[in-house]
């Protein structure tokens, strides 16, 4: 686990997400991008460029880690 995380690095983990999982019923966000895009959202308000690590929970934690260690290994678009 990284002790920081950019703005860049969640915006592309929201995108893997999107690009992995169907959207729900509603036409919004799969789980694993909306809990990231609460942060990205909240990123953006606070004028704030990265975000710790051990500021996230549990969900944001494996969603974040899940989609960067995918991409990592060549297993996203």
């Known amino acids: 686990m990284k002790a920081n995380y950019s703005i860049a690095d969640i915006e592309q983990a929201?995108?893997?997400w999107t690009s992995h999982q169907a959207a729900d019923s509603n036409?919004?966000?799969c789980p694993a991008a909306r809990v990231l895009a609460n942060?990205?959202?909240e990123?953006?308000?606070?004028?704030?460029?990265?975000v710790a690590a051990d500021a996230l929970n549990g969900e944001q934690s494996r969603a974040?880690?899940?989609a960067?260690?995918?991409m990592?290994?060549?297993?996203a678009p």
């Not at 990123?43 to 990265?50: A, F, G, N, Q």
């Not at 990592?72 to 297993?75: F, K, P, Q, T, Y």
């Open 64 to 66: 974040i880690e899940t």
């Open 43 to 50: 990123m953006i308000y606070r004028r704030e460029t990265s």
């Open 72 to 75: 990592e290994l060549g297993l």
């Open 27 to 29: 036409l919004s966000l």
């Open 39 to 41: 942060i990205y959202g």
């Open 14 to 16: 929201i995108n893997y």
């Open 68 to 70: 960067l260690h995918q």
